[in-house]
Structures are given as structure tokens and as C-alpha cells.
């Protein structure tokens, strides 16, 4: 089935060499000194966790926020 299928090529791409190369690269950023600046290219604002976890904590804070924004203009 479609659904199937898709299911498929979504765990193939989890495994793929490109994906795991890539998340890889992008730790080592957020764990450098690097974090900063990816931050503030971004427009994250820190949540004064560093590294991955301070980057996943600033996504989620800035989803939030905008989920809020939404719903009070709604």
C-alpha cells in the first residue's frame, strides 16, 4: 500500500549514510563555539542549555511562542 511504502523510504532515510553524516556535522556545531552564532542565524534565543539540548529547548520555546501568537489573533 501507499502507506506502506511510505513508511519504507521514511526508515531508509533514517538510515541513510547522508542523514547520519549530517546530524553528526550538526552536533559538532552546537556542541563548538559555533553554538552562538547558529543561535542567532536562527533568530533562537537561548534558554541557557548549550549544545543539542540547547538548541532543541530554543526550536520548542520558539514554536510555542508562535503557536501562542496564532491563537491569540485567532
Known amino acids: 500500500s501507499l502507506q506502506e511504502r511510505g513508511f519504507e523510504e ?7 549514510s547522508q542523514l ?4 553528526r ?3 559538532s556545531v552546537l ?4 553554538f552562538a552564532s547558529v543561535m542567532q542565524n536562527m533568530s533562537l534565543q537561548p534558554t541557557g542549555n548549550m549544545g ?3 538548541f532543541i529547548d ?3 520555546k520558539k514554536v510555542q511562542e508562535e ?3 496564532n491563537n491569540n489573533e485567532s
Not at 547520519?20 to 546530524?23: A, R
Open 10 to 16: 521514511l526508515k531508509d532515510t533514517i538510515r541513510s
Open 52 to 54: 543539542v539540548i540547547g
Open 67 to 69: 503557536e501562542e501568537k
Open 31 to 34: 556542541n563548538s563555539p559555533q
Open 20 to 23: 547520519k553524516q549530517s546530524l
Open 25 to 27: 556535522r550538526m552536533t
Open 58 to 60: 530554543a526550536v520548542v
